[in-house]
């Protein structure tokens, strides 16, 4: 788990990190804590999807927590924001782009550990995440968020549903292994979520932003099949959580 603490103060960003230490020695969690400086220190090394928890700083030295967190918006609906400030003048912002929580400083190991006790819990109830290396970091990835898996000789690409690929030395049959119901096999080293496919024609699938994957000929029809029950089970399943027979 990749966590990135962004605060002017090195004084604060050593306190938070050795509550976030303590945190993942008791839960027995592996966590990478970096540091940085500022908001333009974090942005100028900021990927997205590259860390599951970002601690804020509101008030900094350049551009603030806010301005910072609202770029991070731009590209990343994923990762989770947490503010720590000194006031509660902007709590109505902080929650404008989606701030998990907003803790007051000092930070107490409290209520550090409460806000992350209720971040872990949300995020594995809510989606499954696939984690991975990529240019030398480590991303995480909501199943949600992936469109599609291919094979490339001893890697694998992974596309996301903003068209961005990333490379990783995987083999395709261990991620095969982790993916959910909502992926489909189109053939040997091509897979795809269903979520993200417009139409099969033939030996094509053709996803929502225009990209086509090839469908093996052999099982085209067993393909399309899958493809047409999992749409009728999630329009069975919309239907049946707001009372409407399908």
């Given at each position: ?14 306190h938070l990190?050795q ?25 100028n ?6 860390y ?10 350049g551009?603030?927590g806010?301005?910072t967190?609202e ?48 971040i872990l ?9 696939f ?5 030398r970091?480590?991303?995480?990835l ?12 001893n890697?694998?690409?992974?596309t996301?549903?903003?068209?961005a690929?990333?490379?990783t030395?995987m083999?395709?049959s261990s991620?095969?292994e ?7 096999v ?5 897979m ?6 417009s ?12 990209k086509t ?28 959580r707001?009372?409407v027979?399908?």
């Amino acid at each position: 788990m990749n966590i990135a603490i962004v605060d002017d103060s090195a004084t604060d960003r050593r306190h938070l990190e050795q509550i976030l230490q303590k945190y993942a020695a008791i839960n027995q969690l592996d966590m990478n804590i970096e540091h940085f400086s500022g908001g333009e220190a974090f942005l100028n090394h900021y990927q997205p999807y590259q860390y599951t928890i970002i601690f804020l700083d509101i008030f900094m030295n350049g551009i603030t927590g806010i301005k910072t967190a609202e770029i991070i918006r731009e590209t990343d609906e994923e990762s989770v924001l947490v503010f720590l400030t000194t006031s509660e003048d902007h709590r109505p912002e902080a929650f404008s782009v989606f701030a998990t929580t907003y803790i007051s400083k000092p930070s107490s190991r409290e209520a550090i550990f409460r806000a992350l006790d209720h971040i872990l819990h949300c995020r594995t109830e809510k989606e499954q995440y696939f984690s991975f290396s990529y240019d030398r970091r480590e991303y995480s990835l909501s199943y949600a968020d992936i469109e599609a898996i291919e094979t490339d000789r001893n890697y694998i690409v992974i596309t996301d549903k903003r068209g961005a690929s990333y490379r990783t030395r995987m083999t395709f049959s261990s991620v095969q292994e982790q993916m959910d119901a909502r992926f489909l096999v189109l053939m040997k080293g091509i897979m795809v979520n269903m979520d993200y496919i417009s139409q099969i024609q033939d030996t094509v699938c053709i996803l929502r932003d225009g990209k086509t994957l090839p469908v093996q000929v052999k099982k085209k029809k067993e393909i399309q099949q899958k493809w047409l029950n999992y749409k009728f089970a999630a329009i069975r399943n919309a239907t049946s959580r707001w009372g409407v027979k399908p």
